[in-house]
């Protein structure tokens, strides 16, 4: 059996469901009506109008992370880099590590001009990037295992007491400009690591942390975040009866805001173990279920980091990535309860495990991009770009002899050119999911 056979496996015995659970889910979850009111400045009806209807902007969030940003070799290089990614996304996840971002205490990296840090781009510089282009920026991380600096280590109060001034400062900078701020990520691995397990292992230690983030970010959205063992596969998986599950339900009876449930897919397997491994997270019945059980908590979902890897530049691997991405992102965006999918490194060769320029990282880390080390794109980053810009985008035309007239679309901010009267006015209007979506216009 061919490896496109066993790859795809789980994906084409329960196809019927698959397809069936995604044309219904963005029917009913992605789309809505828009109701178009006519009037003159006098308030009278306007009639026999044409009306131009181009959605300008997606209220989903889909996107990667803006690690690479400046990073690489070559001016050529850097802005090939803010070209694809701005061609492809609407959201960029932002590095806040604090063992990079502070390196040395009180002396954050937080201006451009900072000291460069490997896949550690200045807050500044990103932010200065996507204010450019109009993409939404998020932080990650507040509190991560592993990435406290050296002079920050000590006991639980000590830690505690650093990590809330690190709130402060953070939220004091950023909190109007970065709307989404990842809490914490990956507590239960955290635990594993002996200098911080005492810490970790702390009864109040997701309570706390988001009770201090709440002190200070009033008005952001707050995300929990894990690694994708801990929720997708058999192991850690049991509805409401999960680790991850309950460890959130808990915090939530506390009292505590958490706005967003962050969960990664990380397909970080060797080829020959490739088909195995990721049967079960591959599985729609099994994805279905997961978002379904976590949708329970009332909380929207995000799928915070994605890799899936090519292995190879082979046009047939690059190919199977593609179809793997596609059922993905068709799947996530048609459940009612996710809001965000973002792909992790854009660039392959360029990932944590891979360091610039290293060609023997191995294949899951060195293919695991959207976008050749020559800067080309593959199939699977013209999925992505395509499914959002074409397939899931609302363009139409319109005629009326009433002053009235509806449409159904994408939910996002759409821009109508209106034609009636001898007159042409363009105006703007928010389809949401969260309106009634009547517009009153006035031509």
């Known amino acids: 059996m061919s490896r496109r056979s066993e790859v795809l496996k789980p994906f084409e015995r329960k196809k019927a469901f698959m397809e069936d659970r995604i044309e219904h889910g963005i029917e009913l979850y992605r789309k809505g009506f828009a109701f178009l009111h006519l009037s003159d400045a006098e308030g009278k009806p306007v009639t026999g109008a044409r009306v131009r209807v181009r959605q300008k902007t997606h209220d989903f969030r889909y996107g990667a992370n803006l ?126 690591i002996p200098r911080y397990a005492e810490f970790y292992r702390q009864d109040d230690l997701i309570e706390w942390s988001f009770e201090t ?56 397997h060797r080829a020959e173990k490739e088909a195995e491994a990721t049967a079960v997270y591959y599985d729609p019945e099994r994805i279905y279920d997961v978002l379904d059980s976590y949708a329970k908590l009332g909380r929207s979902i995000q799928v915070t980091e994605v890799t899936v890897p090519a292995y190879s530049w082979k046009a047939e691997d690059e190919a199977i990535q593609a179809e793997i991405l596609r059922n993905l992102y068709r799947m996530w965006f048609s459940h009612p309860a996710m809001e965000a999918v973002v792909y992790w490194n854009v660039v392959d ?18 293919h695991g991009g959207l976008v050749r080390y020559d800067f080309t794109p593959k199939e699977s980053y013209r999925v992505i770009q395509e499914l959002f810009t074409k397939t899931w985008h609302t363009d139409l035309t319109l005629d009326t002899e009433t002053d009235e007239l509806n449409f159904k679309g994408f939910y996002g901010i759409y821009e109508l050119e209106i034609e009636a009267q001898g007159k042409s006015v363009r105006r703007e209007i928010h389809l949401t999911r969260e309106c009634s979506n009547h517009f009153y216009l006035t031509i």
């Open 67 to 192: 690690f690479m940003l400046g990073e690489f070799n070559s001016s050529e290089q850097n802005a090939a880099y803010e070209t694809l990614f701005a061609d492809a996304f609407n959201i960029a996840t932002l590095p806040f590590y604090w063992s990079d971002l502070e390196p040395e205490a009180g002396k954050p990296r937080f201006a451009k001009e900072s000291p460069k840090r490997y896949r550690r781009p200045a807050p500044d510089l990103c932010l200065e990037y996507c204010e450019a282009r109009g993409i939404e920026p998020k932080a990650h991380c507040l509190n991560y295992a592993g990435f406290q600096p050296d002079w920050a280590k000590g006991d639980v109060s000590k830690e505690k007491r650093l990590l809330d001034k690190r709130f402060r400062e953070l939220a004091a900078r950023y909190s109007d400009r970065i709307p989404s701020w990842e809490v914490t990520n990956e507590t239960f691995w955290g635990m594993r």
């Open 349 to 366: 060769g360029f990932a944590a495990f891979a360091p610039q320029g290293d060609m023997t990282a191995g294949e899951n880390y060195y």
């Open 213 to 268: 983030a709440e002190r200070y970010f009033h008005t952001n959205r707050l995300i929990i975040n894990e690694a994708h063992s801990r929720i997708w596969n058999s192991e850690f998986f049991y509805g409401a009866r999960s680790p991850y599950y309950m460890q959130i339900e808990r915090a939530l009876r506390s009292g505590r805001r958490i706005d967003s449930i962050g969960m990664q897919f990380h397909m970080f």
